[in-house]
Every structure is written in structure tokens, then in C-alpha cells.
């Protein structure tokens, strides 16, 4: 093992949202392999920026959160970066910078574009030259939805299109579907709350893998799920996609709030928005929500109904605010 000299590297990450989505892990194995496949759409206007400095000077890793020293994320941090370490034969310790532009580990997919940020800069600063898969798995390892923030547009991770067992990488990787030029749907991202969640979404998912009566039949359904919304995107029909996008996310909230203790990432505004969400879709608006381990509510527009949406959302009641997003890019080293 040796020490690198000084290397620092920058990267730009965006969230993504997953409109089939993940929500349990494999028993199999210890590298955050996902047990369903799920497809996601990356947005643009969220941004998490990372700059990663390896400095032989340092005595441990450290991570700065939005300017601020974060110690409880630190270890987190620490085993992705002693994975790229490994693969580049290195001891020396790292100073990570990271700053979101959007509220952290509120539900808006934070632990995806930071570790999709961290490893496409972590890769540059050691010169690795990863491929795009296994930049995946390498975040992927960290936090599952982050593997598909490596890519933009349309993105899926296909189970059953998962390479051989890798020591280092695992398997689950994603791969993209569409650029985000096939389809350039808007998306309004209700606030409902910014502060952080109570229960974070790997313990969550152990809680419904471990007490849920509804699992079985959430691992059931998936492989439909994902080979019927991948036809959906790649035919635009929007108004199947509504239906099916919805179906997969209450289908995973009824999971969750089958597990013992029940897991309620809802606030009252967030029904709320549903309502006022499908009652704009029966009004003949092409629009459809999701929602994730958190209060906010994304609502996912044909192109051109941003505005529209964007309005009716603001107005309902604990609805602190609306961000505008069209799909963004995958990950990208910006020096
Ligand atoms: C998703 N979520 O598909 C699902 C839907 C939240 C609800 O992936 O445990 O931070 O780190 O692998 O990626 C959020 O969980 O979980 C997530 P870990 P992650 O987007």
C-alpha cells in the first residue's frame, strides 16, 4: 500500500426519483444488493457538489456537510472511499466537501447524488477510470438508489440483468433506458417538511423485510412492474405510466405501513397533495405522484403542464414550497 500525493477532484451529482420503486435489500450478501429492480427518473435543478481532496497530511477522513463537519455521516463516507482506496492500492485519507442545494435526508434523495458525486470524484482523483457500471455498484454499496444517479434521463437497475458476483463491486448495477431528450417530462417537488426523516430508509426496509406480511407479494409483482413502466417510457404513454407509477409507490407505502412498528413517512399535507393531484388528473391534467421515505410529494407532468401544476400544488394547504425540475444529467467531474 502506498500514498498518493495530493489529489483533489470535483463532481456534480443530481437525486433521482424512482417511479418503480426500491424498497428491501438481498439476504445474500453484504454489498447493499437491492431484492427488486427499480426505475427511476434523474432530475436537474437538485444538486449535490463534492470535492474530494486525498492529502497524505491527514490522520483520518473528514466530511464537511454543507460547509459544517458532519461526524455521524463520516463512516458512511469513510467505507466508500476505503473501497476506492482499495481498488487504487492507496492508504491516504480524504477530505470530502459536499454541499446540496435542497434539504438533506428529507426524502429528496440526498444519499444518491452525494454518493454519485463521491465516487465519480473519487474516481478522478485517484485516476481509476471506472466504467459506468461499476461506478454503479461502487455507490450502489453505499445507498441503493444512488446507482442510478450515476446516469440521467430514464434510468433502471435490472436484477436480472446483473453481472456475475464481483468481491469488490457486488452485482446491481443501472443502466439507462432514455436520455432525458425522449421525454422531457417536468417535475413539481412539494416541501412538506425539511427537516431530517425520523427513521432512514435501510432501516426502514429492514423493518418491512423482517415484519411486513406484505413482502412476499411486494418481491412478486416487481419483475411485471419494471418490464411493463420500461415499454411505458419508451412508448410515452403517459397516462399508463400514471397509473402504474402510483400503483408501485402506494403499493411500497402500504408495505411500510404494514411493518411493525407501522412506518408513516406522510404528513397531512401530503395526502392532501394526492388529492389535489388526482383531482387535477380526472380534470384531464396529465400528472401523477410519487412519494418516498419522506413527507414531500413529486409530482411527475407530461411536458408543458409544469405551470399548471406547479400552481394547484403551492395552494395546498402545508405545502411549503414547490421546486421546478426537468430530468437532468448523470453524474459528471466538473474540473
Ligand atoms: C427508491 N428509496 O427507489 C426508494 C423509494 C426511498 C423510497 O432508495 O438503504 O438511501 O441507502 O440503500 O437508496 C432510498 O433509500 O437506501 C430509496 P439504502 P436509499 O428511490
Not at 31 to 38: D, F, I, K, R, T
Not at 56 to 74: S, T, V
Amino acid at each position: 500500500m502506498t500514498e498518493v500525493k495530493i489529489k483533489t477532484a470535483f463532481a456534480a451529482a443530481h437525486p433521482n426519483i424512482a417511479l418503480i420503486k426500491y424498497w428491501g435489500k438481498s439476504t445474500r450478501d453484504g454489498h447493499n444488493e437491492p431484492a427488486v429492480s427499480s426505475l427511476s427518473i434523474t432530475l436537474d435543478t437538485l444538486l449535490t457538489e463534492t470535492r474530494v481532496r486525498f492529502d497524505p497530511q491527514l490522520d483520518d477522513d473528514i466530511f464537511l456537510l454543507n460547509g459544517k463537519q458532519d461526524e455521524q455521516k463520516l463512516s458512511r463516507i469513510s467505507r466508500n472511499l476505503d473501497k476506492l482506496r482499495q481498488l487504487a492500492g492507496v492508504t491516504t485519507r480524504c477530505e470530502v466537501a459536499s454541499s446540496n442545494n435542497f434539504p438533506t435526508a428529507a426524502g429528496l434523495a440526498s444519499s444518491a447524488s452525494g454518493f454519485a458525486a463521491l465516487v465519480a470524484a473519487g474516481d478522478r482523483a485517484l485516476q481509476l477510470d471506472l466504467s459506468f457500471a461499476q461506478k454503479s455498484m461502487l455507490a450502489r454499496s453505499m445507498s441503493g438508489s444512488a446507482a442510478r444517479s450515476i446516469g440521467g434521463g430514464f434510468i433502471k437497475i435490472a436484477l436480472q440483468n446483473s453481472g456475475p458476483e464481483d468481491a469488490v463491486f457486488g452485482r446491481a448495477f443501472a443502466e439507462q433506458i432514455a436520455p432525458a431528450e425522449h421525454w422531457p417530462l417536468e417535475i413539481c417537488v412539494g416541501i412538506a417538511s425539511e427537516s431530517e426523516k425520523a427513521i432512514g430508509s435501510t432501516e426502514g426496509m429492514e423493518l418491512s423485510r423482517t415484519t411486513s406480511p406484505y413482502y412476499d407479494a411486494w418481491l412478486a409483482g416487481n419483475d411485471q412492474d419494471i418490464a411493463d413502466a420500461e415499454q411505458m417510457v419508451i412508448t410515452r404513454d403517459f397516462e399508463k405510466l400514471a397509473e402504474l407509477s402510483e400503483f408501485s409507490c402506494l403499493k411500497m407505502h402500504a408495505l411500510a405501513l404494514a411493518s411493525r412498528p407501522g412506518l408513516l413517512y406522510w404528513s397531512g399535507a401530503t395526502v392532501e397533495a394526492m388529492h389535489c393531484l388526482r383531482d387535477l388528473r380526472a380534470a384531464g391534467v396529465p400528472v401523477f405522484f410519487t412519494i418516498d421515505a419522506g413527507p414531500q410529494i413529486k409530482a411527475v407532468c407530461a411536458p408543458g403542464y409544469g405551470d399548471r401544476v406547479a400552481e394547484a400544488l403551492q395552494s395546498v394547504n402545508g405545502i411549503r414550497r414547490v421546486i421546478r425540475c426537468g430530468l437532468g444529467c448523470g453524474v459528471r467531474v466538473t474540473d
